[in-house]
């Protein structure tokens, strides 16, 4: 026999719940939908249920009771929080509730379903954490492409009050975060530094407030790992730029190059190419060629490499990691589909590692300036 879905959804919009009641497939799906807790714990008393939805704005004291009932009567059932707007007292008592997931409304009952038909589909990186530093737990889901929230905790201790705070992901791009008084990026490094934090991950649609731009790469770069001092990098950058930029420039003039840039976290910082060819389209292409590299290289492979290509109507796109690590520096070079990538071009490229490498002493000597954050173009 056939088994019907059967979902409590416990919500004070009414407008809301007839739109989901309307629809749901009445041979696969069943909505019992009410306004208040008192009816929503009569349905549990009586009704068996495969998922409860439950709105965040309601009393906090009703919300709970009708948590209490569900794990009461029906231990197991995946819960829901939805709300009007995701902020971080939402996902707090998402949390403290043990939610399977988020979500904000107006949503689809597609997303509804998929939350609650698969609230551990991938049960290592869900739940509360410990053990794992936040970085790497946070590279996880950014690197999986998960949505959701990465909500942390620390207790009070003799030096510092209780704090918290969330980060909020779309398709493993942090959006949004938020901790006491910080918000975007600032908010991140700081909840990356905070020492045994537990971590609860959510997931869910959120459709926050966009706080922070750019990829999740280089919103970790600043996190020192695998004994990395940022500052000692960022002094190897500032001396190094120079001398990288002028050999960038003699191998745009190697035959066969149609154009040479360098990228910092999938971001173009310096290039040039051809008359003939489109700049901006160039460097477009190589910044998403970056983010493919990314990916891929976030997956587990003996024989992974630190370079991508890829070939477009008559051109390739040739993309080599450089310098040290953890500065996230790319050589991106556009030459014919036909041309070798010739042994010049890769002899130019190790001269750019060279670069990087010569840097460090002289880095060590001297303190320079800290680098902008993004670099002219050579001429």
């Not at 998922?51 to 709970?64: C, I, M, P, Q, T």
């Not at 509804?112 to 609230?119: A, K, S, T, V």
């Not at 996880?140 to 980060?167: F, M, N, Q, W, Y």
């Not at 030459?335 to 840097?359: E, G």
Request: glycine share 8%.
């Amino acid at each position: 026999m056939h088994h019907v879905t059967r979902i409590l959804l416990v919500d004070a919009d009414a407008a809301h719940n007839a739109r989901l009641v309307a629809d749901a497939p009445a041979d696969a799906v069943e909505i019992v939908a009410c306004t208040d807790a008192d009816v929503a714990a009569d349905v549990l008393e009586r009704t068996t249920i495969d998922g409860v939805v439950v709105d965040l704005d309601l009393d906090e004291d009703a919300v709970a009771s009708i948590v209490g009932e569900v794990e009461r009567r029906h231990t197991g059932v995946p819960l829901v929080g939805i709300a009007t707007r995701i902020d971080d007292r939402r996902v707090e008592s998402a949390c403290h509730l043990g939610a399977a997931g988020v979500l904000a409304k107006p949503f689809q009952l597609a997303t509804l379903l998929q939350l609650l038909r698969n609230p551990a589909a991938d049960a290592g990186f869900f739940g509360s954490c410990s053990g794992i530093p936040t970085a790497q737990l946070l590279t996880l889901h950014c690197a999986a492409g998960h949505d959701g929230v990465l909500h942390l905790t620390c207790a009070a201790t003799s030096k510092s009050p209780e704090r918290s705070g969330t980060i909020f992901l779309e398709a493993g791009q942090p959006v949004h975060a938020l901790a006491q008084t910080l918000t975007g990026s600032e908010a991140v490094h700081a909840m990356l530094s905070w020492r045994d934090a537990e971590a609860t991950w959510v997931p869910g649609a959120t459709r926050c407030a966009r706080t922070i731009v750019g990829r999740w790469e280089g919103l970790l770069a600043g996190v020192p790992r695998g004994g990395v001092d940022v500052q000692d990098l960022d002094r190897v950058v500032a001396v190094a730029y120079p001398d990288v930029v002028e050999k960038l420039a003699r191998l745009a003039q190697t035959p066969d190059v149609l154009g040479a840039f360098l990228l910092r976290h999938a971001e173009v910082v310096a290039g040039r190419c051809v008359p003939g060819l489109d700049e901006q389209l160039a460097g477009r292409s190589l910044c998403r060629l970056a983010h493919v590299f990314y990916d891929v290289e976030a997956q587990p492979s003996s024989g992974a490499s630190g370079e991508i290509q890829a070939v477009i109507g008559d051109l390739r796109l040739v993309l080599d990691r450089t310098g040290p690590a953890g500065a996230g520096f790319q050589v991106g070079v556009v030459v014919k589909q036909a041309a070798p990538v010739c042994k010049s071009l890769r002899r130019l490229l190790r001269q750019i590692d060279a670069a990087f490498a010569r840097s460090n002493a002289r880095a060590r000597e001297t303190r320079v300036p800290q680098p902008r954050e993004r670099f002219p173009a050579f001429a």
